[in-house]
């Protein structure tokens, strides 16, 4: 099978750099397929999701998609971010609806095409619990809410990819159990390959069929952890003995990468010889 993102021995210098942004990166995500990346501040993992994006341009390697090299962004792939970026003039209807009005969308676009998009606006608009809110404006919502709104506006265009650089991770801890059990369900019903950035070890394993843990300086990947859990995942599950072996064992592997444990047995020395 041709995977759907290919990444070969990608390289990702900033000028001026010590380190390399990303260092000999080589990884395959297969169709419909969840992966999350976690890591270090300073791992590389969110440039790497703007380079998937066609956002960001690599210094060395190959990037493909559908077995055509990334050049910059393109119809096929969808950002959604950390902040919700919004058009504050604009209603949620038209805020979801906007990607339609761009160019690369309305050429040759015929009025069939014009009904099939406010029809999938609507459609849209129930998945994610909005029809109640579809006229209003972004600042008469709540963060989970105008979430919700950014979703839905990158997934109007049937976007094959979905990248998402930790989207919940300005949301309180009940929004964010909802927001993923509603990401979740999309995968199910959009069969999106979707490639999800975070910080949250727990959010990581909750969604992901696979983690990639990234090291900092270099950023690099250091490990893939497949995930033991079924297709169908019920909060429940974070209960569960695999997910908290899990959970540690990333968090320890996290903490050797990037230092912090060195870094904590140097003050725990410091502390002693204080004490002294």
């Given at each position: ?36 990346f ?27 998609v ?6 910059g ?35 040759e ?32 919502l709540?963060?989970g ?10 997934l ?28 979740l ?92």
């Open positions: 099978m041709t995977p759907k993102i290919d990444v070969r021995q990608l390289f990702k210098r900033y000028e001026g750099a010590a380190h390399d942004a990303l260092q000999n990166v080589s990884l395959q995500i297969q169709p419909n397929e969840f992966v999350t976690v890591g270090a501040s300073g791992c590389g993992k969110s440039t790497l999701l703007r380079t998937i994006g066609g956002l960001e341009h690599h210094t060395g390697g190959e990037l493909q559908d077995g055509l090299p990334v050049k962004p393109g119809p096929e792939r969808a950002m959604v971010f950390q902040h919700y970026s919004l058009y504050p003039w604009m209603s949620v209807r038209e805020n979801i609806k906007f990607c339609r009005q761009l160019k690369v969308h309305t050429n676009r015929t009025s069939a095409d014009v009904e099939a998009a406010a029809g999938r606006a609507d459609a849209l608009l129930r998945l994610m619990g909005l029809g109640h809110v579809a006229d209003a404006w972004p600042n008469q709540s963060g809410m105008q979430q919700r709104v950014a979703i839905a506006r990158a109007m265009s049937r976007p094959e990819i979905l990248l998402m650089d930790e989207p919940f991770g300005a949301l309180d801890a009940q929004t964010r159990e909802v927001m993923h059990d509603l990401i369900h999309v995968h199910r019903l959009e069969k999106a390959t979707i490639v999800f950035v975070t910080h949250d070890v727990e959010e990581a394993i909750y969604l992901g069929q696979r983690i990639v843990l990234m090291a900092p300086r270099p950023g690099r990947i250091d490990t893939i952890y497949e995930v033991p859990l079924p297709a169908q995942r019920t909060q429940d599950m974070k209960h569960a003995p695999e997910f908290l072996q899990l959970k540690r064992q990333i968090l320890d592997r996290i903490k050797e990468t990037s230092g912090m444990k060195t870094d904590l047995d140097l003050l725990e020395q410091l502390s002693r010889t204080a004490e002294a």
